[in-house]
């Protein structure tokens, strides 16, 4: 199944609960993250393809103790994150660029979307990108 910004609530349909968070791999120069959960209750493993990422975070403290497995995973409001971003590539370009502002050209982020994965550890996986390829590997 493969997620975007045409078809959001489909993201209710994948059943991550109490799946292990094995690893996690992200290539730079594709923008892709690929994250690996491995099932439990026969469900079979998942590989989590993310698309295009724009940002992502990981909280690794554990607020609540050990572990690793999947509470749930939700869309993520991004408005906070998008617009520390445009504030920021603001301050890329001015110092890179000529004051003449016509000149620069700033993110399109009508495209992308947040996910959210919340680990039992209470730490934060956070991505924001433009599409997910979610494959359950039963």
Do not use: Q
């Not at 393809?49 to 749930?72: A, Q, S």
């Not at 495209?111 to 550890?121: A, H």
């Amino acid at each position: 199944m493969i997620i975007n910004i045409s078809n959001l609530c489909d993201i209710d349909k994948i059943h991550l609960h109490d799946a292990s968070f094995n690893n996690m791999f992200f290539d730079y120069d594709s923008k892709k993250i690929v994250v690996k959960l491995e099932g439990e209750w026969n469900d079979g493993d998942f590989i989590i393809k993310f698309y295009d990422v724009l940002y992502h975070e990981m909280i690794c403290c554990d607020f609540w103790g050990g572990g690793c497995y999947v509470v749930e995973w939700s869309l993520l409001d991004t408005t906070e994150i998008f617009d520390k971003l445009l504030r920021l590539e603001r301050v890329e370009k001015a110092k890179s660029y000529s004051s003449n502002s016509e000149n620069h050209s700033y993110m399109k982020l009508h495209e992308y979307f947040g996910v959210e994965i919340l680990i039992n550890s209470g730490d934060r996986f956070k991505i924001i990108c433009k599409s997910v390829e979610i494959c359950n590997c039963k």
